[in-house]
């Protein structure tokens, strides 16, 4: 894969990113950059004005982020830039790849774990590296999902033997390249095997939950043809029982009717 022609982040995230690690930018200054973005500005008023958030009336963009919080905004902006990148044909992909980010988000505030947000984004980034590959590799990509379905194999490993690395690989690589924090890069690299993850365990053993269960819940498709087991070590992690995960089941199935009607009003712009 040729690293140089990698899609680059919008301009726009990378200062929210450079931003939002400094304490002291204003809400006023996020904003000034989230305006120069029309596409994104139009998403994030839509997503202020919508029930979920109460029957404001909100008309600036400064307001929307005060009402959301920085760290939705960055994820709404992350989300839909990288909803660019996927384009419509990856329509599957988007959607398991939203719905493993909506659970994922579930999960965490059901444990009440802190920094849900950007276990949110995790969820919706875990798969970034499939992305690169049909984008990179779009041969290699029909090979490997005529493997998956002779050989009824993961596609992870379909993915090893084509291209000698997996989507993991190409994910941990990719927000190596775009500067992406630990918190996210490690669920990305380690989602697939937590046991891998030594900073963010609790975070990359939520993503792996969640991209386990959407797996299961059939929402979207990521391309394997069966549900891969929950590991052990994220079970434990997690402190998961019987009793909590079948309540997670419901909430998360309640919570995808939304989700497909979101993704349907993304996909319309
Ligand atoms: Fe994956
Ligand atoms: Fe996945």
Redesign the pocket.
């Known amino acids: 894969m040729d690293t140089k022609t990698l899609p680059t982040l919008p301009g726009v995230i990378q200062k929210l990113n450079t931003l939002s690690d400094n304490e002291k930018s204003s809400v006023q200054e996020m904003s000034r950059i989230v305006s120069s973005d029309q596409v994104l500005s139009a998403r994030i008023l839509r997503l202020a004005n919508s029930p979920s958030y109460g029957f404001y009336r909100v008309s600036t963009i400064s307001n929307a982020m005060i009402l959301l919080g920085v760290n939705v905004v960055k994820s709404l902006a992350l989300s839909s830039s990288i909803f660019a990148i996927m384009e419509k044909e990856s329509v599957d992909l988007w959607e398991?790849s939203l719905g493993?980010g909506v659970a994922s988000n579930l999960i965490a505030r059901k444990l009440k774990l802190p920094e849900c947000e950007e276990i949110a984004t995790a969820g919706l980034l875990?798969?970034i590296g499939k992305v690169i590959i049909s984008l990179k590799c779009s041969e290699a990509e029909k090979d490997i999902h005529k493997l998956v379905r002779e050989r009824n194999i993961y596609a992870l490993e379909a993915e090893q033997e084509v291209i000698n690395t997996d989507h993991t690989e190409v994910g941990e690589w990719l927000s190596k390249s775009w500067f992406l924090p630990d918190k996210l890069s490690e669920p990305i690299a380690c989602h697939h095997d937590v046991a891998k993850s030594k900073n963010h365990r609790i975070k990359t053993a939520v993503v792996h939950v969640a991209?386990v269960l959407i797996k299961a819940s059939g929402f979207g498709n990521?391309g394997d043809s069966f549900v891969p087991p929950l590991q052990n070590i994220a079970w434990d992690t997690l402190k998961l029982d019987e009793q909590l995960l079948a309540e997670l089941v419901d909430e998360i199935e309640d919570k995808l009717v939304e989700v497909k009607n979101f993704s349907l009003e993304m996909m319309s712009d």
């Open positions: 398991h493993v875990h798969d991209d990521s």
